[in-house]
């Protein structure tokens, strides 16, 4: 074989870069061939970004309510009930004497501090602590076999919510909106509703949008906090208000086609439209007042205790925006800023007390709300996913009266559109301290909420920094179990 000519080597070698630069602006519009793994990124119109967008299948779920009990629920007192920690009251965890966790040494085995019964046609086996959602059980499918990388409340909470134990990946809401827009065209496609005690431990990190475009993060707002500065000042009048918009309107549009092709500038026009459309529709739906009175005493409104009324006022406003397709509503029962147990679920010290308190909060409104989906068709598409960042112990801490943190096992639900109802999917070991039958990770949680959606986990991305960026980063499996 003849050695090639310095002139034939350059050659060859300009035409194989040229075949690699192909090759890689090929993949990257997804025309470089039929692959069921190259990333399918969604076609975002610059002055319309969160139009609405095809799935990549036919989804079950149009819509999503995440709610989210910040402080870490107990499995144990709650859904996943134990007969034999029942029968081992106040003897050691077999195997364990001498476990330390999250905040020390390990005292006894505890049984339920509220009697477990069963509920409805299904059977479900579900506490007095929830007596309202302990009635829906037949709605609801119980995954008892979660775990979680982290048994600390920040890094837990942002993998709850984003996929990863650090900072600075987006929220599950604003993947969902950058794959699918919104039906809603004046209102956010994804709407976070804090407590009213206050926010969670990481705050916006549940509903930031991290390196995604920043028109897909959550709008934080409240029944009893609306978006500010929404109000028209009472000098100028409604015609007037909307003269101006009008002549705006025309002085964009008039701008716009002078420039054609300014993706830029139609975006920034877009957003301001956007604006203008939320400064009149956000306080429309903000507004319950329009809502019957049976609906008010439903969901306990007008409760005398003012945490009580207000996570209900922030319940029905869950449902006002999710009838206004609003894409995806998360809805945070619990707040970080009251101090450990006292404003959430994180209950370490006097367990007994702190739950019968958040659960009085948490119990009639959110089956109200479910009830209402329900009653008004809405829950055949839409997905209702409760979390909470992790579990509790089975044991009471050593010298406390609660339960220390254990992400090595606990429950969520989902309820609605395509999963199955009044059903329970795996299970952790005889006392409820470490997922045994079927252990899924929150990555497999976050496949499934995408599935339902018509989303393909592995395939929806966005490239930063090199890498190919997924919700479920390389990892999660759909839950095949608790699809219907």
């Not at 999503?64 to 499995?75: D, E, I, R, T, Y």
């Not at 827009?181 to 509903?207: H, K, M, T, Y």
């Not at 089956?367 to 579990?391: M, N, Q, Y």
């Not at 339960?403 to 070991?429: I, M, Q």
Request: glycine residues 10%; charged residues 25%; hydrophobic residues 40%.
């Amino acid at each position: 074989m003849s050695i090639p000519s310095r002139r034939d080597f350059l050659a060859h070698a300009g035409t194989g870069l040229g075949g690699i630069a192909l090759a890689a602006l090929l993949a990257e519009q997804g025309l470089l061939a039929n692959d069921d793994t190259s990333p399918l990124r969604p076609d975002i119109k610059p002055d319309s970004p969160l139009a609405p967008r095809k799935p990549h299948f036919a989804p079950k779920a149009r819509r999503v309510l995440a709610v989210f009990c910040s402080g870490a629920v107990s499995h144990v007192d709650t859904f996943d009930y134990k007969p034999e920690l029942v029968k081992r009251d106040g003897q050691p965890l077999p195997g364990a004497e001498k476990l330390v966790t999250f905040q020390g040494a390990q005292g006894n085995l505890v049984k339920p501090l509220w009697a477990f019964k069963p509920r409805g046609q299904s059977g479900k086996m579900v506490s007095d602590l929830l007596p309202n959602l302990a009635g829906l059980a037949d709605e609801m499918c119980f995954v008892h076999s979660m775990t979680a990388k982290s048994n600390t409340h920040g890094p837990a909470e942002n993998q709850m919510s984003t996929g990863f134990t650090l900072d600075g990946f987006p929220s599950t809401g604003a993947w969902v909106s950058y794959a699918l827009g919104s039906e809603c065209r004046d209102l956010p496609a994804f709407v976070a509703i804090p407590d009213p005690r206050g926010v969670p431990q990481v705050g916006p990190n549940n509903w930031g949008s991290a390196f995604l475009p920043g028109v897909f993060q959550g709008t934080p707002f409240s029944a009893d906090k609306p978006l500010a500065n929404l109000n028209r000042p009472a000098a100028v009048s409604a015609k007037a208000d909307a003269d101006t918009r009008d002549f705006l309107k025309m002085l964009n549009d008039d701008h716009a086609k002078a420039r054609p092709g300014d993706a830029q500038l139609s975006a920034r026009i877009a957003s301001y439209e956007m604006a203008a459309k939320m400064q009149l529709r956000a306080a429309e739906v903000a507004d319950l007042s329009k809502e019957p009175k049976s609906v008010h005493e439903e969901y306990g409104t007008g409760d005398k205790d003012k945490w009580k009324s207000g996570f209900a006022r922030n319940c029905l406003l869950a449902r006002r925006l999710l009838e206004r397709d609003v894409r995806f509503v998360q809805l945070f029962n619990g707040s970080y800023a009251m101090g450990e147990g006292v404003g959430n679920w994180d209950g370490h010290k006097t367990l007994k007390s702190q739950y019968e308190t958040h659960a009085a909060i948490l119990d009639k409104p959110l089956a109200a709300l479910l009830t209402d989906l329900k009653r008004t068709g809405l829950l055949k598409d839409t997905l209702v996913v409760w979390v909470t960042e992790f579990g509790r112990m089975p044991t009471f801490q050593k010298g406390a009266s609660g339960r220390d943190h254990n992400p090595k096992g606990f429950t969520v639900w989902l309820a609605g559109a395509g999963v199955k109802r009044g059903h329970s999917y795996g299970a952790t070991d005889e006392f409820g301290y470490q997922a045994t039958e079927k252990p899924e990770t929150i990555y497999d949680l976050h496949a499934t909420i995408l599935h339902l959606l018509g989303l393909n986990h592995e395939r929806l991305s966005f490239y930063h920094n090199g890498i190919e960026r997924r919700l479920t980063d390389v990892h999660g499996e759909v839950i095949e179990g608790v699809l219907a």
